[in-house]
């Protein structure tokens, strides 16, 4: 592990510097994307805030679907004559739904909220121009994400206003270190899980949707509430 501030010219700085870019490699190969710029923040959300802010601030227009995460949603700048950036979450956080761009109109760009799906599935990121992605969600370390943006977007952003400090290389290294290692064999918990309610004849509803990714099973119990049932679950050692 090399604990030298990147930014410095000194040898551990140098060393720590090369660990970042290394890693950023490493990112973009798992994204199949070979150009563009990649801006570390401490979280997805953090990462999906930058990329509005990157387009108010350079006059682009920017929405995102009602499904989208809260970091997304309700950040809308339609105001403004010209390029258009529509922000679409590849795999729905609750429901485990999946989204993909169908019919790209002229002059738009687009973006992946990647979070859910990166590693867990195979998304088509080829028309994509901004990519989210989130450390912790693939067993990584917490207080990491990343905004991917191609270079061609980077093109309509001259107004660049981003300082996220000194980088940890520590954090960005277990990032990539992450994705090295994820094991994308596809697991049975969930079909596990909800055979033994059926054997032990606990009624549930279930999300049954065919187009949703497995790994998100959002289950409901009749007449039970959710931070209830956490809570009970918690102090069983669940």
Same mark, same amino acid.
């Given at each position: 592990?090399?604990?030298?501030? %990147? ?8 060393? =720590?510097? @090369? ?8 990112? @973009?190969? !798992?994204?199949?994307? *070979? ?8 979280? #997805?959300?953090? =990462?999906?805030? /930058? ?20 970091? !997304? $949603? ?10 258009? &950036? ?33 590693? @867990? ?8 121009? !901004?990519?989210?992605?989130?450390? +912790?969600?693939?067993?990584? %370390? ?10 061609? &977007?980077?093109? +309509? ?13 520590? /954090?960005? *290294?277990?990032? #990539? ?10 697991? %049975? ?23 949703? &990714?497995? $790994? ?9 509430? !959710?931070?209830? /049932? ?9």
């Amino acid at each position: 592990t090399h604990w030298g501030n %990147p930014n410095s010219v000194h040898d551990l700085g140098l060393k =720590a510097n @090369k660990l970042i870019q290394d890693s950023e490699k490493i990112v @973009k190969d !798992a994204i199949e994307k *070979r150009n563009g710029r990649i801006f570390w923040t401490q979280s #997805a959300s953090a =990462a999906n805030k /930058l990329l509005y802010k990157l387009c108010k601030n350079n006059e682009m227009n920017y929405s995102s679907t009602e499904t989208s995460h809260k970091s !997304a $949603y309700n950040l809308i700048n339609t105001n403004v004559k010209g390029l258009s &950036l529509f922000s679409i979450e590849t795999i729905n956080h609750e429901t485990g739904r999946y989204n993909v761009v169908s019919n790209q109109p002229e002059k738009a760009f687009y973006h992946a909220d990647n979070v859910q799906g990166f590693l @867990k599935m195979n998304m088509p990121l080829h028309m994509y121009d !901004a990519i989210t992605l989130s450390g +912790h969600k693939i067993y990584g %370390p917490k207080g990491i994400g990343c905004l991917w943006v191609s270079d061609t &977007l980077l093109d +309509h952003f001259p107004n660049i206003d981003f300082y996220n400090g000194t980088l940890s290389p520590v /954090l960005i *290294r277990g990032f #990539a270190k992450a994705i090295e290692v994820y094991d994308k064999t596809p697991k %049975p918990y969930v079909n596990e899980f909800l055979s033994s309610l059926q054997l032990n004849y606990i009624f549930f509803g279930h999300n049954t949707e065919s187009q949703s &990714l497995s $790994y998100i099973s959002p289950i409901t119990f009749p007449e039970v509430k !959710a931070v209830n /049932l956490l809570m009970e679950l918690n102090a069983r050692g669940v």
